[in-house]
Each structure stands twice: as C-alpha cells, then as structure tokens.
C-alpha cells in the first residue's frame, strides 16, 4: 500500500470547512486505501504564540475532531506530533541542507510574519516548513493529502529529499502533493479572495464546524457576494459565489453543475439558506460525536499513545539511516 502522511493544527479549537473540504475529508477517504499517517501537529502550532493551558485542550480537540469525522484508529495510524521527537531530530539535518534564501521564499512565512510584525515573528515560524519536510520523509510518505496553500511546502520537501538522496545516497522517498482541484482552497467568506484560516480569519469569514448552528448560518447568510443575481461558478468575477457552490456541491457529493441548475432563476438568498442547513445538517453529528471522544480523554490519550508508539517505530528506523548516511558517530 502507498503511504499518506498529513497534519493539521491545534491552532484554535475548531477546525473550519476548509480544513475538512480540503484536507481531512481526503484524509478520510485515504485511510481506505493507504497505509496512512496523520498528527495533530502541536508543535508546528508553536511557531505563533499559544497559551499553554489552551495548547493542551486543543490538541485533545482536534484529535477528537478528526475521529469525529471517521478516521479510524484501526485503519490509520493517528498520533501527536510532539509524541514523536525524531520528527525535530530530522528536521535540524534538513534544516542545515535548506538555503537561507530557499527558505526566505516561502510565501505563507511572509504572510505570517508580514501580520505579526517582525519583532514578534519568531524564528520557529521562518524554520516550520523544514520541520513539515521532516514530518513527511520520515515515514516515507509516497502522497500529502492538503489544501492549495501547502503546495510549496512539499515543493520544499521534494527538492530536500532529492538533495538529501543526491548527496547522501538514496534514502528518502521523493513525495508528492495530493491536492483536489475543485475544494483546494475554501475562501473566507468575508473576503472571498483570500483562503478561510484558523489564526487569520475574522470570526465573521469562517465557518467553524463547531460553531452553534444559529451561528454558521448567520455567518453564511451575510457571506460577501457580488451585485449581480446570477448563480454561476466564476471564481474570478464571482468569488463569493463560487466559494458557496463549491462548498454546496461538495457536502452534497454534487457536482458544480447540477447545484448551479438547482439555482438557476432563483437568488442568492435561496442559496445561502439552503447552504446552511446543509452545514448545519452535516455539523450537527460531528458535533455529538467529537462531544463523546472528549468526554472519556483516558481513552483517546491511550488511542494516541498507541498511534505514537505505531508512528515512532517507523520514524525511528528512518532517522537511524538518516543519521548514519551524513557520518554521524552511532553512540553506545
Ligand atoms: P492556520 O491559519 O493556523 O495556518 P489553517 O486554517 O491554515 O490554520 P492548518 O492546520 O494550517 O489550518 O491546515 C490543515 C490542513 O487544512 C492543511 O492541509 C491545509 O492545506 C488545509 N487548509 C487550511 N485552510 C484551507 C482552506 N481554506 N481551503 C482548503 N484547505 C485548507
Ligand atoms: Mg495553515
């Protein structure tokens, strides 16, 4: 079986539809056919400020979030990134193989820090993407399940492992992005020309499928559209429009084309109300069934205990040849 590996973080306690639509929901389906990886990635978390108590539950609640939406502790292999410490041992060998100017091109780092400000931008968000190089070689991932805005990320870890083998001899497998074109980037519904972000978002642009049902739906029904009346997937002169029939067609495993016919003649009003109630109606069971994992959390540190120690025997072997192949001394 192939093998996936991906993440997501505890970056705030719910995780948004874009997250799901472009990432988890694959990760999903994966699990099926894949030899499949998948971590909460607290560390990664780390590169913006967190308060420690809320760092904590969050990763409890997103672990209990990706269950909710059916991965499956027996057919994946789930766990806590921090869980397994070769992922930052990894990491320091690709961080001394990474240009300084190769890494001052990633495009998500300059808009981080561009909204922190420099003085608060710390050197752990410049490094994380080599860190997300180490967390995808070290199991050998043949596929990364994301969202759009990860492209150049394993952009970076193709090239690192392709150095890393020229140099060294070949050791890593050289991954590629599984990325789905039509919901590889869900847009903030406030500005429907940037993606929905867990730090970056106003509450008002994300819908956060944890969010009280009243809630999602107001948020849907002041979604920013175009003054037109037309109901018709055009992303560059209908972003807002296009951002809800996607998310439409996909929670209605439709395509564009039959929820365009659906709305034809009809306005956006009719759209937006009907677009809540499907998220409200997909939101609802997710909701209970995340409630029920956080309820008994003996259970799901075990679960997770389970998956790291799954995980780091996989890692552990990958960093052993890793570390032998650039000449480190193996120590007693
Ligand atoms: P943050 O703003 O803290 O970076 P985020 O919303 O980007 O949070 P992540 O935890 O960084 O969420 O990403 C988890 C997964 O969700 C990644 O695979 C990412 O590509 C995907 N993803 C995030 N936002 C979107 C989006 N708007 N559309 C599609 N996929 C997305
Ligand atoms: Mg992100």
Redesign the pocket.
């Known amino acids: 079986r192939p093998r996936v590996l991906?993440?997501?973080?505890?970056?705030?306690g719910s995780?948004?539809?874009?997250?799901?639509?472009?990432?988890?929901r694959q990760w999903v389906a994966l699990q099926e056919t894949h030899d499949a990886f998948y971590m909460v990635?607290d560390l990664?978390?780390l590169t913006?400020p967190q308060d420690p108590k809320e760092l904590q539950e969050n990763t409890r609640l997103a672990a209990a979030q990706l269950l909710a939406t059916g991965l499956d502790p027996d057919r994946c292999t789930l766990f806590v990134q921090s869980h397994v410490p070769e992922h930052t041992q990894l990491s320091w060998l690709m961080e001394c193989l990474t240009g300084f100017g190769e890494a001052s091109r990633m495009t998500?780092f300059k808009d981080?820090s561009a909204r922190q400000g420099a003085d608060r931008t710390s050197v752990g968000l410049f490094t994380y993407p080599i860190l997300q190089v180490a967390d995808i070689l070290i199991y050998q991932a043949n596929q990364?399940?994301?969202?759009?805005?990860?492209r150049q990320h394993i952009e970076l870890t193709r090239n690192l492992a392709e150095r890393f083998n020229g140099r060294y001899g070949k050791i890593f497998t050289v991954p590629e992005a599984y990325?789905l074109r039509e919901?590889?980037?869900?847009?903030?519904l406030q500005d429907p020309t940037v993606?929905?972000?867990?730090?970056?978002?106003s509450p008002k642009g994300?819908i956060d499928l944890l969010d009280d049902p009243k809630a999602s739906a107001k948020k849907i029904k002041s979604a920013v559209t175009d003054t037109g009346t037309e109901i018709r997937f055009d992303p560059e002169n209908k972003p807002g429009i296009s951002n809800l029939l996607t998310i439409h067609a996909t929670l209605t495993d439709s395509t564009i084309a039959e929820v365009e016919q659906k709305y034809s003649g009809k306005g956006y009003g009719a759209l937006k109300t009907d677009l809540a109630e499907i998220v409200s109606d997909w939101a609802a069971p997710f909701r209970a069934r995340t409630r029920e994992y956080l309820d008994d959390p003996e259970t799901l540190d075990s679960l997770l205990a389970k998956g790291a120690e799954k995980a780091r025997a996989v890692a552990a072997e990958t960093l052993a040849q890793a570390y032998d192949k650039v000449g480190l001394l193996p120590g007693k």
């Not at 991906?6 to 705030?12: E, M």
């Not at 990364?144 to 990860?150: A, K, L, S, T, Y």
């Not at 993606?195 to 978002?201: D, I, V, W």
């Open positions: 991906s993440g997501i973080q505890p970056t705030s995780f948004h539809i874009g997250n799901y639509l472009g990432a988890v990635v990664h978390a913006l998500q981080k990364v399940p994301v969202g759009e805005d990860q990325i919901t590889a980037k869900i847009f903030d993606k929905m972000s867990k730090s970056a978002s994300i």
